[in-house]
Every structure is written in structure tokens, then in C-alpha cells.
């Protein structure tokens, strides 16, 4: 009997990359949690647990301090979302589209569609979530004071203390004037005013960035000799993150710089090699994967696009089942958001790869597949661009 599978459709969480999981929608941002949070939350608690609340209310049992830890810990990533939805917030007033934010192990991020297109929609956008920070510091500030000095209540003023230093602390650490902090856009927002150049602002304040990212990495090395070592390790790890944020964000903006104007059909690869639904594992594997290498084809049906297959797609069924299987069996789906139109501009092309971490997206017009967009396609345009002379554009 011939197995039939539905076509797993590609869920958010795909999309984003995997380890990434929907909790909720706020104001229509979705909001996802990636499984690295889990191990910082672990370890903010554990820290607050052994090094925080055991020194400022002694002789609780260690179930307290333990749920003093995840509570503390869980709001404190609670803060650090208002944050990002604040920058969200705005930016969606702005006509920015929003569409998700993700929280991590470095934080949280706010996947804003596209740059603003002027300095003063980047600084309302940029100062909005170090204002909520402070205005956070405030809010806990006073109700540790309140618990603490006026009703006594030891436990409540020292989780609130916590909360006010943290909030404190993000606030001071995002106004660091280099990209991609909020701080740096602050920065890139009063540069680009000045000069008129939205790539010499990124470029200039990205430097400022990677400047301040190899600053923590040696300070994080300084801090493990000296003995502090789980901080050091820290610091150490946050540095690498902002300087490969801050050498991306400028890369990105060179190739955007250089895709304007350009339309997708300009750069796609016409007519690609595509699969039929009805094709078996077999022949696809043997026909297609071993003669023509690529890492993905597109699925179509009657000419008309229905989704893609790859290795893995296949690598998850039994190989006795693979004479049986059509590709529709194991086909993935994609959202429409992830279909390119001929006419669609390529810098929009190009947001739609970095934010999906897909490397390859259809082209298709009237439902008809006409050809295959890849990062190679983008590339090797802004190199033939750039070697001709027809552009400023530089890709290091």
C-alpha cells in the first residue's frame, strides 16, 4: 500500500531558524523564544541564588533564594522584551513593519522589516527602548526603596534592587554609541543627518562598534586571570556577538546600497531545474540530486510552483520506502511571504533571505515558477557591478 504524506508546510519557527519556538502575539509581533534563553535564565538564577539573595536577606531556606533566582530571572528577560516591543512599537507607528521579536541568550532582538528611511524615524526608533529601560529603573527603584525603607520587607527590596540595577545597567549598556546598540544608531542617526549618507553613518558607527566589542573581549580576558571567570566568559562571548553584528549590519548595507534599483527578475536565475510532485525518491535522488548537485529544487505541479525538496527532506524516511514516496510525500511548503514576484524590487529580495536564513527563494509569476533567486545570484551582480565601475558599492 502506497504511503501519503501531507507536505509539511514551513512553520515561523522554520523560518527563523530552528531552535526558535512562538510563545505570543503582542500589538501583531509574534514573539519567540529561542532555546539558548532557557540556559542564561538557568544561569541568572543560579547566580542570583548562590551570589545575590543568600548575601542580602540571610537565613531563608534555598527553595526561596531558588525561587527568588527563576523569578528574577524570568522578569528580567520580561524587562528585556518591553524593551525590544518599545523599539517595535514605534517602528510599526513609524510604517515599519515588525514582524517578530526574538528573545536569546545575548537578549532579545526586534526583526524590523527594513531601515528607516530618514535620520529622525532611526532616532525616535533607536532611543525608544533605552527611554522604557529607564523608565523600568524607575519603576523598581522606587518599589525597592518603598519595600525596604519604609515596609521592611527584605526579600521584596532585594528582588526589586536587582530588577532596578539591571534595567539601569541595559539602559547605560545600550546608549554605548556603536552599532549595533541603540546607542550606535543614535550615533548613526545624527551622523547620517549630518553628512546625507546613510552607509558612511553605518559604516562609521560599526566601527565605533567592533572598536567597543574587542574592548569587552579583553576586558572579559582581564577579568579571567583575575579569577572571574564566569563573567569574564560573559564578556568574552557578548564581544564576539557585537562585533560579527556590527561587521553583518555594515555588509548588509553595502549590499542593499547596491541592490537599489534593482529588480529581481534583473538577477534571478532564469528557468531552473525543477522537480514534478509526482517524481519518486528514487529517480529524484538518482536524476536529479547525483547529476545536478544542488542543495535544494523547486516542486512544481503542472508548471505551477507548490514548494521545494532537499536531502534532508528525504534522509528522514527509510530508504526501502524511497521507490514508493513521491516527492510530494516530502516536499516542504512555503509561505507567501517567501515567494519573489519578477517585478519585486531586489533589495526586498535580499531582507526576505536574511530574515528567513533561506539562501534560495522561488521566483514565480501567475503561479508559474519562472526562475530562482540565491545568494550566489546576488553576489556575483554586485561583483560584476562593482568591478565594472557602475557602482560605489565596495564588498569586503
Not at 534563553?37 to 538557568?42: A, E, N, P, T, Y
Not at 544608531?185 to 549618507?197: F, V
Not at 577579568?223 to 563573567?231: E, P, R, S
Amino acid at each position: 500500500m502506497e504511503s501519503r504524506r501531507t507536505p509539511r508546510a514551513l512553520t515561523p519557527s522554520t523560518v527563523t531558524g530552528t531552535g526558535s519556538f512562538k510563545l505570543f502575539s503582542v500589538y501583531g509581533i509574534s514573539i519567540y523564544i529561542n532555546y539558548t534563553w532557557f540556559i542564561v535564565v538557568i544561569l541568572i538564577a543560579w547566580s542570583l541564588t548562590y551570589g545575590y539573595f543568600p548575601y542580602q536577606v540571610p537565613g531563608k531556606h534555598s527553595l526561596v533564594y531558588w525561587g527568588m533566582g527563576f523569578l528574577t530571572s524570568v522578569v528580567f528577560f520580561l524587562c528585556i522584551l518591553a524593551h525590544e516591543i518599545s523599539h517595535s512599537y514605534v517602528s510599526k507607528k513609524s510604517g515599519i513593519p515588525v514582524p517578530r521579536i526574538t528573545l536569546f541568550i545575548f537578549g532579545g532582538v526586534a526583526h524590523i522589516s527594513r531601515e528607516p528611511q530618514d535620520p529622525s524615524t532611526e532616532f525616535k526608533i533607536a532611543i525608544a527602548g533605552p527611554l522604557c529601560s529607564g523608565i523600568l529603573w524607575g519603576i523598581f527603584y522606587f518599589l525597592h526603596f518603598l519595600t525596604g525603607a519604609i515596609y521592611n520587607l527584605p526579600l521584596l527590596s532585594a528582588f526589586f534592587g536587582v530588577l532596578a540595577l539591571v534595567n539601569g545597567a541595559v539602559a547605560i549598556f545600550n546608549l554605548v554609541p556603536g552599532f549595533p546598540l541603540d546607542g550606535g544608531r543614535l550615533l548613526r542617526a545624527y551622523i547620517w543627518k549630518k553628512t546625507g549618507s546613510f552607509s558612511r553613518a553605518t559604516f562609521i558607527t560599526s566601527q565605533v562598534g567592533k572598536i567597543f566589542a574587542i574592548a569587552l573581549i579583553f576586558l572579559g580576558f582581564f577579568q579571567m586571570l583575575a579569577g572571574k571567570i564566569v563573567g569574564g566568559i560573559w564578556l568574552i562571548f557578548i564581544g564576539f556577538f557585537l562585533e560579527q553584528a556590527a561587521t553583518s549590519g555594515y555588509q548588509q548595507t553595502l549590499v542593499k546600497e547596491g541592490l537599489t534599483g534593482t529588480k529581481v527578475k534583473e538577477i534571478m536565475t532564469p528557468n531552473p531545474i525543477s522537480i514534478n510532485d509526482s517524481t519518486l525518491l528514487n529517480d529524484l535522488i538518482e536524476k536529479f540530486f547525483f547529476k545536478h548537485r544542488f542543495a535544494s529544487y523547486p516542486v512544481v505541479r503542472d508548471g505551477e510552483f507548490v514548494g521545494y525538496v532537499t536531502l534532508n527532506h528525504i534522509k528522514r524516511f527509510p530508504r526501502e520506502e524511497w521507490s514508493k514516496l513521491k516527492v510530494s510525500d516530502v516536499m516542504n511548503t512555503l509561505p507567501p511571504e517567501l515567494i519573489l514576484h519578477p517585478e519585486e524590487e531586489a533589495v526586498e529580495a535580499f531582507s526576505k533571505m536574511v530574515r528567513s536564513g533561506y539562501g534560495r527563494l522561488p521566483v514565480v509569476d501567475k503561479g508559474k515558477l519562472t526562475g530562482i533567486l540565491t545568494r550566489r545570484d546576488i553576489m556575483s551582480f554586485l561583483k560584476i557591478r562593482t568591478d565594472l565601475g557602475t557602482h560605489k558599492t565596495r564588498i569586503t
